[in-house]
């Protein structure tokens, strides 16, 4: 696992209290952990008690993601690098038998579903957050679109290259339409004796995995757990002060997560003054001590809106 810290600014002093943590994860099943960022940062916009619970929600996105493993797909594709590698010693007789088995392994997976396109092979996780004050996330955004209109690209790059906080799922998908294709035709170059070609065969079908990333705002999921704790407490017919305490600082994270998914550009105005008002209504519904059933229920439908518009998806080859 390789962590980085690094500081957004380009000018002396611009994000003075905020900082970036990165870690990576090198290895399929790992959850990249957030890690804490120096403690006059993290002073300044503190998570509460949504670290832990926001940690394990992505964990389980991850996990998730996991389970789709098609293990069949995987074989396939060991079974091709196996190929290589004989090919690489000569061994055209072994190569052959390889991708034999390999595409024994499509044809269950084809068996299975034959209008499947893209079968899971691999997961990993990455996760980039940003520690610091609210003002200090503005400052950077203000700069950087202040360096965009006065077209200084590479500046304004500098400060946007690492301004976010989220967590990427990424999964490689093997294409099952075009990828055992390939083995034939490797396998046909092999009995032709045209090991260069088929090498090169190979190699190119192993390279064009699809990758889908998910991408999963870790403010948006941390205002969701604060919500989901928050309901709860409301929802006592009486409360202590150390509860009414809970519920409001709560109520409050999650409203300052918001603000910062705002600065960082997760979302559109009119969404978050859309959540602002909820978080308003809540506030007054839940004042001196009050309780009830569903005050949560509007904006953790929207929050639920909200969490899948910015799990966005992109895909590369």
């Known amino acids: 696992m390789i962590e980085r810290k690094m500081s957004l600014s380009t000018k002396a002093g611009l994000l003075a209290g905020l900082s970036i943590a990165t870690s990576l994860s090198l290895c399929t099943g790992f959850y990249s952990e957030i890690y804490a960022a120096p403690a006059k940062a993290a002073q300044k916009f503190q998570l ?100 965009l209109k006065e077209g200084r690209l590479q500046e304004a790059r500098r400060i946007l290259q690492n301004f976010g906080s989220e967590t990427v799922i990424s999964t490689a998908n093997l294409p099952v339409a075009t990828y055992p294709a390939a083995l034939k035709k490797a396998a046909k170059l092999i009995d032709e004796n045209k090991t260069s070609e088929a090498k090169e065969v190979l190699q190119t079908a192993l390279n064009t995995l699809v990758v889908n990333d998910l991408i999963v705002p870790l403010p948006v999921l941390r205002a969701q757990v604060s919500l989901e704790k928050a309901d709860d407490i409301a929802k006592m017919k009486t409360r202590s002060a150390d509860k009414n305490k809970q519920l409001t600082d709560l109520i409050n994270t999650a409203d300052q997560e918001i603000k910062v998914a705002e600065a960082l550009g997760y979302g559109k105005k009119e969404d978050f003054d859309s959540f602002h008002k909820q978080i308003d209504a809540i506030r007054q519904k839940t004042a001196n001590g009050k309780s009830g059933i569903g005050f949560f229920e509007q904006i953790k439908a929207y929050m639920n809106s909200m969490a899948n518009n910015s799990q966005r998806k992109t895909q590369t080859k």
């Open 48 to 147: 509460r008690a949504t670290k832990t619970d926001t940690k394990k929600e992505t964990t389980q996105k991850t996990t998730d993601k996991r389970k789709e493993i098609v293990e069949e797909a995987v074989l396939s594709l060991r079974e091709t690098q196996d190929a290589l590698k004989h090919l690489d010693s000569g061994k055209n007789k072994e190569a052959l038998a390889a991708l034999e088995r390999a595409t024994g392994k499509l044809e269950i997976v084809l068996a299975r579903d034959p209008k499947v396109a893209l079968v899971p092979v691999d997961v990993k996780a990455s996760t980039n957050d940003v520690y610091g004050s609210l003002d200090a996330i503005k400052k950077a955004r203000q700069e950087a679109e202040k360096l």
